[in-house]
């Protein structure tokens, strides 16, 4: 192997990826500290913010946006990632965090979960996260061998399986929607549209579950980009593809539940913030994956800022906003690039 | 014996530090059974609920409100004051910028985790939960107690007693309990159930609940409106204000039910029903002439 100098092209893209959108990030950080739904103006959230200002204000800072925002976050860099290892994974542009069922599992779990008068945390939290672990267990079991996983995703098996699994779900959670009364309606309409409002800071070490699955899937990114070329080439190079797609379907599912149980569905994210990174920077999963977590949580951060300042009667879910957002935006990068 | 000593003059000293706190501050248990601590003149309190702000005009403490959420819009005063979300979805950021040193919530209605986070942080919460009319007048006066016009609550919920009982009055000499399908929407049709205020008010009016049952707002279609051929059919305004006709039209479809062929579409304004607030009597003393003209010749009609 030819030595290479310490910073070479890829070293110096991945530098400037990582510190473009780790400042954005940043930058995205303080402004959703900085601003909320109170009207209270800038100057004063900026204040507050180091320590100056009432203390009204501190305890909004620090109890109720730190908390949402640090949410809003770690949800969008798990949606994004997730959507990007699916997209990888299955070969398919259309395929987002939740294509294996994951977020019927977890809806029914949590509508079930408020049904039956769990309390909101942890009862529906740990409802929703049983329900999408459910869905992982069969989709995983009617799989069956890591041989069967393999044919069952070049034949589109694990897909189709999992399209299934959500619209078999859909029906379930529309049923369970049309007996449930008008109080416990809106309950399950806000899960259904992602919510942040109800994060306290008590509940944010939990999210540190996700980190784990982040550091596997980044030190996967090679192997992702080689099973790009389709399995046979990638065993070819030297790629243990059926340990590594089990381990990556895995990690991720457990990522996404984490987060949904947290935040309810948030749509949309896990879709486009992959594909917009990948009409920016090409197909190369060593950029792609720090430029989907750190953007991913951009992102959602700035969605929910403005899901918090636009007037609605209460506040805006942040599900609508996604994709208000994000599908022009997309289908501005996808006009340019043709171009 | 040092221990104890000290043990003992420690805890004396938290009870004393304890009841320096509570000074200006009492201890409640509210209609959800909660222990709360509210202070002896609540000055800036914020209705979690269109219902309670009604409440509070009516005993004449707006001076006290800071907040309230959307759709508070009964009296017209109450539409100038700043929002804090709807009653379902509550903007907790809202809430706690506007500094109120007490909150009152409704428990149906009201998302349980907003109360809960609000108390976590340092903000009295009051519950209540009317179930039926005589738990409304009962809120009436709680609120009164609550917010420093004791006697003004008594006074009004004296009043809405008096109201209700002539009510009753007027129509306990009936021969006859009209069955009555009320309709509160009408796409999908939604009727009430049992545990409903309009199935009570239905009753103190000298109705019968065409649609009584274990499910509080059921779902019915036309073959089963046909089958229950209601005598009288009350029909609640809806968003838009639509023309009569246009409400009725959907029944006139169906000229063999008796409320056509006797005329007996009525509609009445939905603010009066759909709240727990003392508009209630209001509706009561709206629906009793629909269910029993006899009893309410056209010149006393209240």
Known sequence: MRSRPVFDKFGLRLLGVILVLGLLLAGSLLLGLATGSSRASLADGWQALWGGGSSTMATIIWQIRLPRVLLAATVGATLALGGLVFQALLRNPLAEPYILGVSGGSAIGAISGMLLGFSSFPGVTLASFSGSMAVLAVVLLLTGSSRRLRASISKDGLLLGGVMMNAFCGAVIMFLISISRHTEMQQILFWLMGDFSLMTRERLPLLLLAVPCFLLIAIHARPMNLLLLGAEAAAGMGVAVSRTIVLLLVATTFMVSVVVSQAGLIGFVGLVVPHVFRVLLGPDHRLLVPASLLGGASYLIVCDLLARLLPAAGEMPVGILTALIGAPLFIFLLWRAKK | ?302
């Open chain 2, 1 to 302: 014996m040092v221990f104890f000593a000290k043990t003992f003059f420690w805890a004396a000293f938290v009870l004393l530090v304890a009841s320096i706190q509570q000074a200006g501050a009492r201890q409640l248990v509210d209609q959800a059974g909660r222990l709360c601590t509210v202070p002896d003149e609540p000055l800036r309190v914020v209705a979690l609920a269109p219902s309670i702000t009604e409440v509070i005009y009516d005993l004449g403490e707006q001076q006290r409100l800071v907040g309230a959420t959307e759709y508070s819009n009964y009296p017209d005063e109450a539409k100038k004051l700043p929002r804090v979300g709807s009653y379902v979805r509550l903007d907790l950021e809202r809430i706690v910028a506007l500094r109120p040193d007490l909150c009152i919530a409704i428990k149906d209605g009201n998302p349980k985790q907003v109360v809960d986070r609000l108390e976590d942080l340092g903000i009295p919460v009051f519950v209540i939960h009317p179930q039926n009319l005589d738990q409304v007048v009962q809120v009436v006066e709680i609120l009164g107690d609550l917010l420093g016009a004791k006697a003004r609550g008594l006074e009004l919920a004296a009043s809405m007693r008096r109201r209700i009982d002539g009510v009753r009055q007027r129509v306990a000499a009936r021969r006859h309990s009209p069955s009555v399908f009320f309709q509160i929407a009408e796409s999908p049709l939604v009727a009430v159930g049992t545990r409903t205020f309009i199935h009570e008010l239905i009753s103190m009016a000298g109705g019968t609940n065409a649609t009584a049952g274990a499910e509080p707002y059921p779902r019915y279609n036309w073959e089963e409106i046909l089958l229950l051929d209601p005598e009288v059919v009350v029909i609640t305004t809806m968003v838009g204000n639509p023309p009569a006709d246009r409400l009725t039209a959907p029944w006139r479809q169906w000229p063999e039910l008796r409320a056509v062929v006797k005329e007996r579409l009525h509609i009445v304004s939905a603010d009066l029903f759909n709240r727990p607030s003392p508009r209630l009597v209001d509706g009561l003393e709206a629906l009793a002439p629909l269910l029993h003209p006899e009893f309410f010749p056209k010149e006393a009609t209240p």
